[in-house]
C-alpha cells in the first residue's frame, strides 16, 4: 500500500519558506564566512591554492607554535581557579543562608558588562610599571602570564557563576532529607548528593571558561607584554603583517579547541536528565551560623576584589596623571584628545546594539519558532539547528576574519555590506546567535505544544497564533535574548576589530586603539561608560520585568 | 448514516506498530469513545482523524469526502486537548473567540456567539477572565465552547477529563454527554477511565496494542467481552484456569462448571472460565441450581457501597475468586472471614476464553 503523503496547507508553505530563508541567512552569515576561512589557510597570498604548506610551516615556526601552547597554558590555569572560586561562590549564594543575597548576586555579574580589556586596564593601574602595589610583585611583572591569568579570572567569574548557580539551584529536598534520615555525615552528603548533581554545571563551567580564556583578545592585547598566545597572533598576522593566509592559520588552530570544548559540552548535555521532577520539593536553605557566616565572608572578599578592579578602572579613568598628579578630573573622558572620532565611535557601539539587538532578537526568536513548529521538513530543520549552534564553537576573531575574507571578496554581491554599519550588526548577531536561539528554544518548548494544533483546527493561521500568543507569552525570554546581545555588542572587540571603517569605530575597539596608542585613561574612561551604559540598559530591563511586565501581562496573575 | 469511515489505517514509526489497518465507522451524531490503556494506539487513531499525526497507510473520509491527505487545517473538527492548550495571555472570551475573528464576521455577531457559548458551558461571567483565574473544570468547559465555536462537524476529545479531580470530572462528564446529545455533533473521545466510556459513550472502541479488541455498545462491552483483554480492562473480572471438557462444561480445581456453549473452542483446550465480582450469587439459591458450590471467605475489603470479598473453593482449593457482597447481604448473612457459604456462578453471566 503506498504511502500517504499529507497535502501541504498553507500555513506549512509559509513555514517551510521561512526556514530555507533562515538557513540561507545563516549560511551566509556563518557557514560561508568559515569556508572562505578554511580555504584560506591552504592559499598563498596571491589566492593559488597551496596545500598544507602554510601549516606546515606553521607548525615549524617555534614563534607561532609557542602561542599555541601559551593559550592552553593560560587557559588550564585560569579555568583551575576560577571554576573552584565560582563553585564555592555558587554555593554559597544557592545553599546557604546570605544576608543581601541579591547583591552578592549583582556585584558577581559586574565583569559581564565590562569589554575585557577592562580589568587588564585595573591591573596596570594596580600593578603596572607605575602601578601603586607594583612593589608587592618583588622585581616580576604583571605584563605577560600572570597579568593576563588574573584578568581573566575577573573576566570568567560571572560565566562560570551563572552556570553553577544554576546547577546547584536544582536540587531536591528529599534527597536531603533522605540522607539525613540515614545518618550520613555533612562532607558524605556533599560528596554523594551534592557534588554528583552538580556535576554536569561543573564540567559545562569549566569548558566555558576555559573557551573564554583560549579565544579572548582583550586581556591579552592590553597586559600579555611579550607573552603571545593565539588569540593576539590572528590579529598580528592580519592587522600588522597584512598575512591573511597565516592569519587563517592562526584561526583554525584557534578554532580547534573551541569547537573541541563545544562538541563535549553538547554530548555530556545531553547525558543530563532532569534532576528536578515535577514533583521534587525545591530546597529552601535553613540558618546554620557558623556555615553563614563563612559563606559570607568567602563571598564578602570575592566581591571586594571584583568591585576593586571595577573601582580601580574608575578611579583611574578620573586621575588628571597617574600616579603623579591623583587630582580627579573628567578631562580623560574628551576622547576627541586621543582619537580622532571622539565620542562618535561610543554612539557607533549604541547605534551597533541597538540594531543588533533589534533585528538579532527578532531574527533569533521567528528563526526558533520556525525550527521548533514546523510540521515535518527535518533535513531542512536539522541543517538550520545545526547552523544556529555553530558560532558558540566559533570564536569572535575567526569569525571576523572569515567575515574578511567572504564579504571582501572580488565579486560577491554582498560586498555592498563591508565597512558598513550593517556588517558590524550582521556580525555580531552571528556571532552571538546561538545563546539566544537557545533561549528561545527553551522558552517555545515551555509553552502548550497544542496550540499550534488548536489554531489549525479553529482555521487561524498559525502567523496569527504567533504574534497574538507565542510571541506574548514569551515576552520575557524575547527582551533577555535582546539586553543580551545589546550587552555583548557593546562590549565585545574580537569579532569587529578586522571589520570596522573609520566611521564605524566602535567604542570597544577604540578603547583598544587608545590603548595601544598609550593613553591608558582614556581607554578607561572608554570601558567605563561602556559599562555604565550596559549595566544601566540591564537594570532598566530588571525594572520592566518586574513592574511593567506585571501590568502587561496581567494574565500571568491567579 | 455514516459520517466517519476510517479504512486499513496504519501507523509505523520505523519497525513499530502504533496502529494496524484499523477500520471502523462512525455514524453521524453518534458519540464514539476509544477506550484502552496507554500506548494502545487510541491517542494516535484520534491524531490521525485530526491529521495532526497522519497515518502511514490508510484512508479516512469525512461525510463522504476523503481527508486522507489533507493538513489539519483543512479538515473539519474542533478539538480539546487533557491540557485545555488555552491561550493564557487572552481572555476567556478572546479564546471562545479565537476562531471566529479569522473568519471576518462583525464584531458583534462575535461577541453574542462568545455570550452564547459561555452560557452553553455554564460559564455566562468568565468573558474577560483569564484562564489562570479559573478552576480546572471551568478552563476545560471553555476549550470546549472555543472547539465548539466554529460549529465544526466533528468534535475531537483528548483525554479531556483525566486532569481534573473526581467529583469536577463526575459532573463534566454528565454535561459534556448532554451538550452532545443537544448539539448532535459526532464526538469521539479518548480515555483510558472505562467508566468514563460505559457513562458517557453510545459506542465503545476498545483498542490494545495499535489494533481494534472489540466496538459495541457499552452493555455490550461490559457483558459480553469479546476478548479475554476487554473482560480483563472493562471493569473487574476473574479468571478461573481450567480446561474445555465439553463444549457446555469447563473443569476448574477437579468441579465440572456448566458454561455457555463453545464453537470456537476445541475440546480439551485449555481455557479461563471469567464471572465478574458482582455476577456471584448468593443469596436463594434454588436447589437444583447450577455451579454452585461451597466456598470459605479468606478476605474481606470494605470498599465503601459494597465489599470485596476472597472467596476459597470447600472442594477444590484452587478455585479462588473474588465476589462483590452489599453492605445489606454482609449484615443479613453475618458475613465474616471464615464465614462458610453457598454460592452459584450463574452460567448465562460466564464467558469462556483460550487461555
Known sequence: MPSVKVGLSRDDLVMRAGVVLLAGLLLVMVGLPLWSLLAKGFQDQDGRFVGLTNYVSYFSTPALFNSALNSLHVAAVSTVIVVPLAFLYAYALTRTVLPLRWLFQGISLIPIFAPSLLPGLALIYLFGTQGFFKALLGGGSIYGFDGIVIAQVFYCFPHATLILVTALATADARLYEAADALGASKLRVFFTVTLPGAKYGLISAALVVFTLVMTDFGIAKVIGGNFNVLATDVYKQVIGQQNFSMGAVVGMVLLAPAALAFVVDRLVQRKQVALLTARAVPLVPTPKPGRDFLATLFCTVVAIGILAILGMAIWGSLIKYWPYNLSLTLDNYDFAKVDANGWDSYWNSVEMAVGAAFFGTALTFTGAWLTEKTRGFYAMRSVVQLLAFLPMAVPGLVLGLGYIFFFNAPGNPLGFLYATMGILMVNTVAHFYTVGHLTATTALKQIDPEFESVSASLKVPIWRTFGRVTAPICLPSILDIAIYLFVNAMTTVSSVIFLYAPDTKLASVAAVNIEEAGTTAAAAALCVVIVLTSAAVKIVHLLADRFLLDRLQAWRRR | ?355
Not at chain 2, 141 to 154: D, E, H, I, K, Y
Open chain 2, 1 to 355: 448514516m455514516t459520517y466517519l469511515e476510517v479504512r486499513n489505517l496504519s501507523k509505523r514509526y520505523g519497525d513499530f506498530t502504533a496502529l494496524g489497518d484499523i477500520t471502523l465507522d462512525i455514524a453521524d451524531g453518534e458519540f464514539v469513545c476509544f477506550l484502552g490503556p496507554s500506548g494502545c494506539g487510541k491517542t494516535t487513531l484520534l491524531r490521525a482523524i485530526a491529521g495532526l499525526d497522519p497515518q502511514t497507510s490508510g484512508t479516512i473520509r469525512q461525510k463522504g469526502r476523503d481527508v486522507s491527505a489533507l493538513p489539519p487545517a483543512k479538515r473539519d473538527f474542533g478539538i480539546v486537548f487533557q491540557s485545555y492548550a488555552l491561550f493564557p495571555n487572552l481572555t476567556v472570551a478572546d479564546n471562545v473567540g479565537y476562531g471566529l475573528v479569522s473568519r471576518r464576521e462583525k464584531k458583534a455577531a462575535i461577541a453574542a456567539r462568545v455570550v452564547d457559548l459561555l452560557a452553553m458551558v455554564g460559564l455566562p461571567d468568565a468573558g474577560p477572565k483569564y484562564p489562570a483565574q479559573l478552576s480546572g473544570g471551568q478552563q476545560q468547559r471553555v476549550a470546549l465552547a472555543r472547539a465548539l465555536a466554529t460549529s465544526p462537524g466533528l468534535l475531537l476529545l483528548d483525554e479531556p477529563l483525566s486532569a481534573l479531580d473526581a467529583r469536577v470530572r463526575l459532573r463534566l462528564r454528565h454535561e459534556i454527554k448532554a451538550l452532545q446529545r443537544r448539539l448532535g455533533v459526532t464526538t469521539i473521545m479518548v480515555t483510558h477511565d472505562q467508566e468514563e466510556a460505559l457513562t458517557m459513550a453510545d459506542r465503545i472502541v476498545v483498542m490494545n496494542h495499535g489494533a481494534i479488541e472489540q466496538v459495541g455498545a457499552p452493555q455490550e462491552i461490559y457483558r459480553q467481552p469479546a476478548s479475554a483483554f476487554v473482560a480483563d480492562f472493562v471493569g473487574s473480572m476473574n479468571f478461573l484456569p481450567g480446561t474445555l471438557m465439553t463444549p457446555e462444561k469447563v473443569q476448574v480445581g477437579g468441579l465440572d462448571l456448566i458454561c455457555p456453549r463453545q464453537e470456537g473452542l476445541a475440546v480439551g483446550h485449555k481455557v479461563n472460565l471469567c464471572i465478574r465480582p458482582e455476577d456471584v450469587r448468593v443469596r436463594d439459591l434454588p436447589p437444583a441450581i447450577a455451579n454452585r458450590l461451597t466456598v470459605e471467605v479468606t478476605e474481606l475489603d470494605f470498599v465503601g457501597a459494597f465489599c470485596r470479598a476472597g472467596l476459597k473453593s470447600r472442594a477444590a482449593a484452587e478455585l479462588a475468586l473474588t465476589a462483590d457482597f452489599s453492605s445489606n447481604l454482609i449484615r443479613d448473612l453475618g458475613v465474616g472471614l471464615g464465614t462458610r457459604l453457598d454460592v452459584a456462578l450463574p452460567p448465562d453471566r460466564l464467558r469462556v476464553f483460550a487461555a
